[in-house]
């Protein structure tokens, strides 16, 4: 059966009741196959978590085909990053000024250092100079280049089968000509703590936060193990770059869903977690121990706390 892209919208106007939707579908009806225009009538930084939504789905494919392909290693072609900044602060850098640019500013230099860029030959992989941890993917835009393998290859389908091209991006509108930014697929935790925390509140809050220090609350002392306190939590502590997420660090240690109703469950069910704990000890140990970037302010990190 064919849907049609009207009663899509309308559909989606009785299911979300969402006003950009709404919007957009008056727009569509009236003026036929204007989708740009539809699609223009959403608030333009709504719009743009869209194109990026999209370069970050084309990132997770390529990083899991490479993955699926060649493991932990590197292969010829592959992009390794040379500066001294990771590309992920350039990459946040670039966006700001992409802004100013599309407001009426100058852009002062593009945030896509290509010079920065390294193609690994035959001679590189013999010579294990680099690991997968030097290894970065493009998110595709247009001053971004594409490795010469298979992983560019198959970049370059995912573009076609979505009837996109690189040459789409350049000849974009202004609003959606995004320059893209390079990302390391294996990016390790900075100056990671733990300590084990005992308590009795569910719903305790067990690590100090940037808004309770603002509101000037009395930090929760309750690392001490006393009794009546039958429930245990891992306290983590860690640096990340800017662009790295500390939700997928916490689902690679402990195997579980970091979505909020899964977390949900776990804070119902008091303790229900207790087997991961000791899978997050042992991980843990393991980054402490390979953490040997000790020098304060090598890269801008964002330091995060989780409870």
């Known amino acids: ?81 040379l500066g001294n900044h990771s590309p992920e602060e350039l990459a946040q850098d670039s966006e700001i000024r992409e802004e100013v640019a599309r407001t009426g500013g100058d852009r002062a230099s593009t945030g896509v250092d290509n010079s920065k860029i390294k193609a690994l030959t035959a001679e590189d992989i013999a010579a294990g100079t680099y690991s997968i941890e030097n290894l970065v993917i493009p998110l595709v835009g247009t001053k971004t280049i594409l490795p010469v393998n298979d992983t560019g290859t198959y970049l370059n389908a995912l573009l076609q089968e979505d009837g996109l091209s690189l040459e789409e991006f350049a000849n974009a509108p202004p609003t959606y000509r995004l320059q893209g930014a390079y990302r390391h697929v294996i990016i390790r935790p900075g100056k990671f703590e733990y300590d084990l925390v005992q308590y009795s509140d569910p719903n305790a809050e067990l690590a100090e936060t940037e ?27 860690f640096m990340l770059h800017a662009g790295s997420y500390a939700t997928m660090l916490l689902r690679e240690l402990t195997k579980q869903a970091t979505d909020t109703m899964f977390q949900s469950t776990l804070t119902a069910n008091s303790g229900g977690c207790g087997k991961a704990l000791g899978s997050i000890k042992k991980r843990g140990e393991d980054m402490i121990a390979g953490d040997t970037d000790n020098e304060e302010g090598k890269n801008k990190r964002t330091r995060v706390e989780e409870q």
Request: proline share 3%; glycine share 4%; hydrophobic share 35%.
């Open 1 to 81: 059966m064919q849907v049609h892209t009207i009663d899509y919208l309308r559909a989606c106007i009785h299911a979300f009741s969402d006003p950009y939707i709404t919007t957009c579908y008056h727009h569509y009806t009236r003026d036929g196959n204007d989708y740009l225009g539809a699609f223009n009538r959403v608030p333009r930084h709504l719009r743009l978590i869209f194109i990026h939504a999209y370069q970050s789905y084309i990132w997770n494919k390529a990083v899991t085909r490479h993955i699926q392909a060649h493991g932990l290693s590197c292969v010829e072609g592959d992009l390794v990053w």
């Open 211 to 237: 808004l309770r220090a603002l509101r000037k609350n009395k930090s929760c002392n309750i690392s001490d193990a006393t009794p009546g306190k039958d429930l245990l939590a891992v306290r983590l502590k």
